[in-house]
Nanobody, 124 residues
Framework: QVQLVESGGGLVQAGGSLRLSCAAS????????MGWFRQAPGKEREFVAS????????YYADSVKGRFTISRDNAKNTLYMQMNSLKPEDTAIYLC?????????????????WGQGTQVTVSS
């Protein structure tokens, strides 16, 4: 049974930083591409960042490029995302996702497994 458990969310002021983590189990983490998505109230789930199985390829949404950094530790079966210079518009539930392929993807339909999410709230 695949489990993805996110942590690290919280309330932060604009300009602040947070580091999200996603602990994976039941999936061959080291051969799975991973991604972060977010969903704000009343909005569609949107792509934030993704990373290939080895970590050699990463992709970012234009809205977070230069501020967020995705990374992974295959020895710990854990995915990370460092979020700096946070803005109120970054407020959302952030979800970790895994896909059975090793190549990173940027769309919701390409991911097979999802976590429950962690809330990030950025105050102005």
């Amino acid at each position: 049974q695949v489990q993805l458990v996110e942590s690290g969310g919280g309330l932060v002021q604009a300009g602040g930083s947070l580091r999200l983590s996603c602990a994976a189990s039941g999936v061959t983490f080291s051969s799975s591409a991973m991604g972060w998505f977010r969903q704000a109230p009343g909005k569609e789930r949107e792509f934030v960042a993704s990373i290939s199985w080895s970590g050699s390829s990463t992709y970012y949404a234009d809205s977070v490029k230069g501020r967020f950094t995705i990374s992974r530790d295959n020895a710990k079966n854990t995915l990370y995302m460092q979020m700096n210079s946070l803005k109120p518009e970054d407020t959302a539930i952030y979800l970790c996702a895994a896909r059975t392929g090793s190549v990173a993807a940027t769309t919701v339909r390409n991911y097979n497994y999802w976590g429950q999410g962690t809330q990030v709230t950025v105050s102005s």
